[in-house]
Each structure stands twice: as C-alpha cells, then as structure tokens.
C-alpha cells in the first residue's frame, strides 16, 4: 500500500534540476509532499488533491497524475538548501491515514 | 500555521522500562493523530492512527500491547512503549491533519528512543 518513489537517490550541482517520482496502484485521494533534514521531522511541501493538478511553490513544483496514480516533484535550479530526503505521502481517501514512499535522498553540492 | 509540540527529543531507557512519548497539537484540534516509526535512513512507518475518545487503530504487525495509545482530549495524544527492548529503539514521530486542510499534515519533532 506504500507508494512507490523513485530515484532513492540524487545527486546535484547547485543550479542543476531533478524530478522526483510517486507512484501508487490504487486509487488517490491526494498526494502530499515532505522534505525531511536529518534528525529532523518533515516539513510540508504542497498537497495535490485527485482530479489532476500541478502546483508550484517557488522553484519547487509538483504534478498529479490522476489516472495514472502519479505525481512528480520538479526542482528548478536546486539550491544548497534543497537537500535533505523527500517523501511523498498518499491518502486513499479524505483524512485518511498517510502512507510515505520509501524517500529519495536529495544531495545539493556547491 | 499548525503547531504539534512533541515531547521528550530524546530519551534512553533501561531494558524493560516504559517509556511515553506525548504529541499535543498546540492552535489547532486535532480529533486523529498519527504515529510513526523511523529507522536510520528508511521510510515513516505507519503504526497506529488516535483516534480521540475511542480506540487507536494499530497497523499490521504493531503489537497494541506494547505501544500503548491513548488519546485524552483533542489536543494530546500519548504513546507508551512498554517493556522497552533494544530493537524498539528508533526514531518516534506524530503527526496531524494541520488547519486549513490544505496545509496537509503537521509534524511533531520526533522522539529518539534508545534502549539499553
């Protein structure tokens, strides 16, 4: 029932973009988006709700993919801040309980 | 925006001990709280959902028996290790479904638990 995330890993130079991956096989309510620092807990990134969106937070930006059951991250020219482990998280249904993907571990190098 | 205070950060404990974590949300009530577990460098675990005034919901595989939860009021909900063991050391973490919904879900700061 976990969604499935892909890379697990990436590694950028500042300025360089990456697309993170969410799939899912059933059905979706939402899909939400997580950045977490190590030792740290997630801080949310943006919710896309099912009927299909996209959604742009700065240069982070994120796609819904309703009849495929998935969503991807964009991050535009990536800044040394950007790193740290994203995880998308799925509902099945409205307030229902989350389930995370298993991360992609994001790295910014200068 | 939402707060989820959660307390203790870190705690150790002996072997065979309790211990109990407590998430409160802080501006916001929170009638379903969640409970995650976190090994090093893996995914949020989903173990139970708190529901308050009534039961928790446990995940498959989470022994209600030794993770105890408890939802008193609309603002806090408590988790309780029982007989603590080494391999329950991890890293603890609630959540909530923040206010406006579409802020998604709001963390607490997690809880380290070690056992010795």
């Known amino acids: 029932q976990q969604p499935v995330q892909s890379p697990q890993a990436v590694i950028l130079r500042e300025g360089e973009d990456a697309v993170i991956n969410c799939s899912s096989s059933?059905?979706?309510?939402?899909v939400h988006w997580y950045r977490q620092k190590h030792g740290e807990a997630p801080v949310f990134l943006m919710i896309?709700?099912?009927?299909?969106e996209q959604k742009g937070h700065e240069k982070i930006s994120a796609s819904f993919n309703e009849k495929k059951q998935q969503s991807s991250l964009y991050l535009t020219a990536s800044q040394l801040s950007y790193s740290g482990t994203y995880f998308c998280g799925t509902e099945g249904g409205a307030g229902n309980d989350m389930r995370f993907g298993a991360g992609t571990r994001l790295t910014v190098k200068p | 925006g939402a707060v989820v205070s959660q307390h203790p950060s870190r705690v150790i404990c002996k072997s065979g001990t309790s211990v109990k974590i407590e998430c409160r949300s802080l501006d916001f009530q929170a009638t379903t709280m969640f409970w995650y577990r976190q090994f090093p460098k893996q995914s949020l675990m989903l173990m139970a959902t708190s529901n308050e005034g009534s039961k928790a919901t446990y995940e498959q595989g989470v022994e209600k028996d030794k993770f105890l939860i408890n939802h008193a009021s609309l603002t806090l909900s408590t988790l309780t290790v029982t007989s603590a063991h080494p391999e329950d050391s991890s890293f603890y973490i609630c959540?909530?479904?923040?206010?406006?919904?579409?802020?998604?879900?709001?963390f607490g700061s997690g809880t380290r638990l070690t056992v010795v």
């Open positions: 059933k059905a979706l309510y939402s």
């Open positions: 959540s909530a479904r923040s206010a406006p919904w579409e802020y998604g879900y709001t």
């Open positions: 896309l709700l099912k009927g299909g």
